[in-house]
């Protein structure tokens, strides 16, 4: 037998995120149910309609395309499409002077660069990114990825649905344990649908300028949050006459994938009032030659629209999903008074722990597999259903198999066809009662 060339042992080691895993395995099913999938923030829904009016027109006679050349732009993204993210900031109340932009393959490339700049070494433990867990996956596969450490400081989900925030006092203490390079904070949180207020981005953010760290603010959900006339919580709405110092230290990571449902474009951004930290993310970045060129023209078109107009789209997705997720909130809470589920109160999340009446030994990802690979529940229209979510066991960073609280966790998305969602607390309640008959503990 032939040898075999032989892949490296990172390679070896990496499986599919527990996001994804579900879909993979539903994928596989021989005559499948029908699919109601909330275990993925892939947005279903039109993009902007100045950034459709491109996409339509791409061969058009007002196209730069039209003559069918794509070419590369520059490493830091076209003039346009850096005005549109400053222009949009600028629509939200910002003031945007000294603030430099570069455009990047989506929002988990801006992150790489960023960890690459912010973090120790390859390898090395000096420096990690310190995050709030449960944190978004991302985090930890690109920093497995580009050898960078990443550290966290705990949330807790309480009887009550709030995922408690740490005291200023414990966040500085992990600060002074682990020595990060940045604190990241995800104002409008993935997974917990918590929202940061600026009050409370002042209290952390004010042990980064104590402690000499960088702030970066996944910014990717801005302007989706529900309670109406809560003020929009961002790191660029502090300034040094709010914390004295953290001018010169902020970053955010912006993205055209969620609040402008233009996920496929991959384009995403890395906003900063650093000029070394642009001027060398830019140096990072020329190995990538540049960001997608036709994503950047499509949403490019946001530079051209009015603040009036902007703002009246923010209100019509967030009067889209707040109908939506506060509706899906009872009708969980209805079925299954007894599954803790967290308070929905921004981004397009929110997190169902079935601690409270799953048998011991239960986790979230044989459940979540279970449902892609075997569930199905007929429901009163006579047709076959099943649900994904996403299992919460790989958002909580560093927690091993058996201390980990997201292995009776679920992460709800709300991206789906409404109707299908609408199903969703009635399955997830004769799927989970199907598979704890099924279980041994």
Known sequence: MTEQPILSPYMMARKPSGIRLGQIKFLERKNPPILVNGSIGNVMRPMHPAMQRRLFNLGGPDSPFQSGIVPYVPTTGTEECREAFLHILRSQGFDTTGLDVLVTDGASMAMEIIMLGVCGGAGEEERPLLMFNPSYTNYDAVGHRIGRKTVTVERELNEEGEFELPSVETVEQRIIETKPGALLIIPYDNPTGQLFSKETLIEYTKLCVKHNLWIISDEAYRELAYEKGKETSSIWALTDKDVPGIEGRRISLETASKVWNACGLRIGAIITDNKMCYEKSVAEYTANLSANTLGQYIFGALAHESHAQLHNWYEQQRDYYRKMIFELHKG??????????????????????????????????????????????????????????????????????????????????????????????????????????????
Not at 395 to 411: I, V
Not at 412 to 436: H, I, M, N, Q, T
């Open 332 to 441: 969980f809470k209805e079925v299954e008074p007894n599954f803790i589920v967290s308070r929905p109160e921004a981004s397009i999340y929110f997190v169902i722990d079935v601690r409270n009446e799953a048998k011991p030994g239960f986790d979230g990802v044989e459940f979540a597999s279970w449902c892609a690979e075997h569930g199905a529940i007929s429901l009163d229209d006579g047709k076959e259903y099943t649900l994904l979510m996403a299992p919460l066991n790989g958002f909580y960073s560093g927690r091993g198999k058996e201390d980990n609280p997201g292995r009776t966790q679920l992460r709800v998305s709300f991206c789906e066809d409404p109707e299908l969602l609408r199903l969703a607390p009635e399955l997830l309640s004769k799927l989970f009662r199907a598979y704890e008959a099924q279980r041994t503990e």
